[in-house]
T-cell receptor, first 112, second 115 residues
Framework: SQKIEQNSEALNIQEGKTATLTCNYT??????LQWYRQDPGRGPVFLLL?????KEKRKERLKVTFDTTLKQSLFHITASQPADSATYLC???????????FGSGTRLSIRP | NAGVTQTPKFQVLKTGQSMTLQCAQD?????MSWYRQDPGMGLRLIHY???????DQGEVPNGYNVSRSTTEDFPLRLLSAAPSQTSVYFC??????????????FGPGTRLTVL
């Protein structure tokens, strides 16, 4: 079965630094991978989608890479701010676009 | 657009009771899914649907039933609640077409406690 692994430990970094989160997957070759943000007590919110033929994608201060050989995606937040503190989840389609499975998420804390 | 709505927001059940969690979306999305989220476990897919009348099992379907009689609604039924079903339940929908295929819109969640 498909397995998605994210840093289980919380990531604490200083404001202004770049935060880098990792998502690894096994036993599958997804056509794309997604990243979501989740704040406490709320549902996840979609951030970015990167396809298997894209090496990198950017959106404002966010950058995502996708290495299909390593079966890994990296999620970067540059010039991090305390407002970026949240849990970040990666997700991918398992067998079809209608069946999306998630990693366990990484909690990111940005200290002023 | 209200997006994805879920009711109730909170529910407490006794072991063995049954109930239905409601989910509705007004975006005319074909795909809808139910997830449960437990501490440290991330989101786990319970059931999903690719359109009215079509449903399938996800990663953790046991103890849950779903039906999809309309595009808008996707209720989740707990037949006989167990303490292991204590969790936060999220409903999600997506349009399923490029370039945003699979981008899921989530409801606010239902926090369920089974005593």
């Amino acid at each position: 079965s498909q397995k998605i692994e994210q840093n289980s430990e919380a990531l604490n970094i200083q404001e202004g630094k770049t935060a880098t989160l990792t998502c690894n997957y096994t036993n599958y070759s997804p056509a794309y991978l997604q990243w979501y943000r989740q704040d406490p007590g709320r549902g996840p919110v979609f951030l970015l989608l990167i396809r298997e033929n894209e090496k990198e994608k950017r959106k404002e201060r966010l950058k995502v890479t996708f290495d299909t050989t390593l079966k890994q995606s990296l999620f970067h937040i540059t010039a991090s701010q305390p407002a970026d503190s949240a849990t970040y989840l990666c997700a991918l389609p398992y067998s079809s676009a209608s069946k999306i499975i998630f990693g366990s998420g990484t909690r990111l804390s940005i200290r002023p | 657009n209200a997006g994805v709505t879920q009711t109730p927001k909170f529910q407490v059940l006794k072991t063995g009771q049954s109930m239905t969690l409601q989910c509705a979306q007004d975006m005319n999305h074909e795909y809808m899914s139910w997830y449960r989220q437990d501490p440290g476990m991330g989101l786990r897919l319970i059931h999903y649907s690719v359109g009215a009348g079509i449903t399938d099992q996800g990663e953790v379907p046991n103890g849950y039933n779903v039906s999809r009689s309309t595009t808008e609604d996707f209720p989740l039924r707990l037949l006989s609640a167990a303490p292991s079903q204590t969790s936060v339940y999220f409903c999600a929908s997506s349009g399923g077409e490029a370039p945003t295929e699979g981008e899921q819109f989530f409801g606010p969640g239902t926090r369920l406690t089974v005593l």
